[in-house]
């Protein structure tokens, strides 16, 4: 079975940084490209950003273009968002996902919460 383990959430002032992070023991890791995605209160799910398998390409919501980075280490099947200049519209849940070619996405794990405050 595999797991998921998701860290870096957490609580922060506006203009802060956190980096959250999503590790898991899926053999096939290297194989997916990778995304990022968060729901906000009482929104839908949103993405946020998409890293290539090769680790080549990125393409970000335009609203954290410039001040997030999203990175992945395969050899510790782990995928990272870095967030900078945060803002309070980047509260909420934020979750990985990865995904085969153009096939959907599967989110792994239950999310991390992210809490910009004023």
């Known amino acids: 079975q595999v797991q998921v383990f998701e860290s870096g959430g957490g609580s922060v002032q506006a203009g802060g940084s956190l980096t959250v992070s999503c590790t898991t023991t899926?053999?096939?890791?290297?194989?997916?490209?990778l995304g990022w995605f968060r729901q906000a209160p009482g929104k839908e799910r949103e993405f946020v950003a998409w890293?290539?398998?090769?680790?080549?390409?990125?393409y970000y919501l335009d609203s954290v273009k410039g001040r997030s980075t999203i990175s992945r280490d395969n050899e510790e099947r782990t995928v990272s968002l870095q967030m900078n200049d945060l803002v309070v519209e980047d509260t909420g849940v934020y979750y990985c996902?990865?995904?085969?070619?153009?096939?959907?996405?599967?989110?792994w794990g239950q999310g991390t919460q992210v809490t910009v405050s004023s």
């Open positions: 996902a990865g995904r085969l070619g153009t096939g959907p996405w599967n989110y």
């Open positions: 899926k053999s096939t890791f290297s194989r997916y490209s």
């Open positions: 890293l290539s398998a090769s680790g080549a390409r990125t």
